[in-house]
């Protein structure tokens, strides 16, 4: 696993800019080349794009990995920093 990734996310769920909640739906498919709310980076598509729709009306987008470390990492106590 990229720790580096796992630290950013980490991170991110510390200050806030990634919700600790579950997603109410979910989404699976071919990357629509928008950023990955977790790394940042394009999720281009011949990634696995993972769409996460929340209660609050948004939508956040991972590629299929940095959903999966986010979605452990917002169920731990984790506190960075």
């Known amino acids: 696993m ?3 990734l ?3 996310i980490r991170l991110r769920l510390a200050a806030g800019e990634l ?8 989404w699976f ?4 080349h928008q950023p990955c709310a977790a790394c940042d980076r394009t999720i ?5 794009e993972c769409e ?6 948004g939508v956040i987008r991972f590629h299929r990995t ?5 979605d452990a990492e917002r169920q731990n106590d984790h506190q960075a920093g």
């Open 2 to 4: 990229d720790q580096q």
């Open 6 to 8: 796992v630290d950013k």
């Open 19 to 26: 919700p600790r909640e579950k997603c109410q739906i979910t």
């Open 29 to 32: 498919g071919p990357g629509t």
């Open 44 to 48: 281009d598509a011949n990634d696995v």
């Open 52 to 57: 996460c729709d929340h209660a609050d009306g």
């Open 66 to 70: 940095c959903f999966t470390i986010w």
